[in-house]
T-cell receptor
């Protein structure tokens, strides 16, 4: 089947620290990969995406590279800010393995950034 | 261009009542998805609809839950005879095309259902 595994939280960092949130996937087929962010009390916003191997998605200083050989899509940011505090979700979309193309999410990683 | 609009944002129902959640997709989007988020958990897929058709309902509970996306009007997620375990945030999302081909899925701000 299709699934996403991401590192458990919460993750607590000081401002300007380096961030990595690990994400690996299992997919029957060739998925598109996404990172979404959810701020408290709000819906999900797309942060970045990649649709083929070796693609790098980037937005607002965040980056993630689609690694087919390691089935990974780790999220990184060089210098986090307090405003980055949120829950981050890794997700995939694929047309196979019982999935019709809806997003399949990891459990989310809560990030807290302290000043 | 307005985003995905959900209403109501907050809904309180007594056990046994019906809950009806509405979702208007982004303009031009014909693909609609419903997800449920339980407290401190991730998002679970419920149903995927395209105008007047259910594409995938593999995540929908077999009883009490139904969804529709009529030719005209919003998509509706209906929960009959609600129980306390239905208390959750329900998110609607929409896309222009299938997301596996790279189309972005946009989310609404959610409807928070509380069953008392």
């Amino acid at each position: 089947g299709n699934s996403v595994t991401q590192m458990e939280g919460p993750v607590t960092l000081s401002e300007e620290a380096f961030l990595t949130i690990n994400c690996t996937y299992t997919a029957t087929g060739y998925p598109s990969l996404f990172w979404y962010v959810q701020y408290p009390g709000e819906g999900l916003q797309l942060l970045l995406k990649a649709t083929k191997a070796d693609d790098k998605g980037s937005n607002k200083g965040f980056e993630a590279t689609y690694r087919k050989e390691t089935t990974s899509f780790h999220l990184e940011k060089g210098s986090v800010q307090v405003s980055d505090s949120a829950v981050y979700f890794c997700a995939l979309s694929v047309l196979s393995g019982g999935s019709q193309g809806n997003l399949i999410f990891g459990k989310g990683t809560k990030l807290s950034v302290k000043p | 261009n307005a985003g995905v609009m959900q209403n109501p944002r907050h809904l309180v129902r007594r056990r046994g009542q019906e809950a009806r959640l509405r979702c208007s997709p982004m303009k031009g989007h014909s693909h609609v998805y419903w997800y449920r988020q339980l407290p401190e958990e991730g998002l679970k897929f419920m149903v995927y609809l395209q105008k007047e058709n259910i594409i995938d309902e593999s995540g929908m509970p077999k009883e009490r839950f139904s969804a529709e996306f009529p030719k005209e009007g919003p998509s509706i997620l209906r929960i009959q005879q609600v129980v306390r375990g239905d208390s959750a945030a329900y998110f609607c999302a929409s896309s222009l095309g299938r997301s596996y081909s790279g189309n972005t899925i946009y989310f609404g701000e959610g409807s928070w259902l509380t069953v008392v």
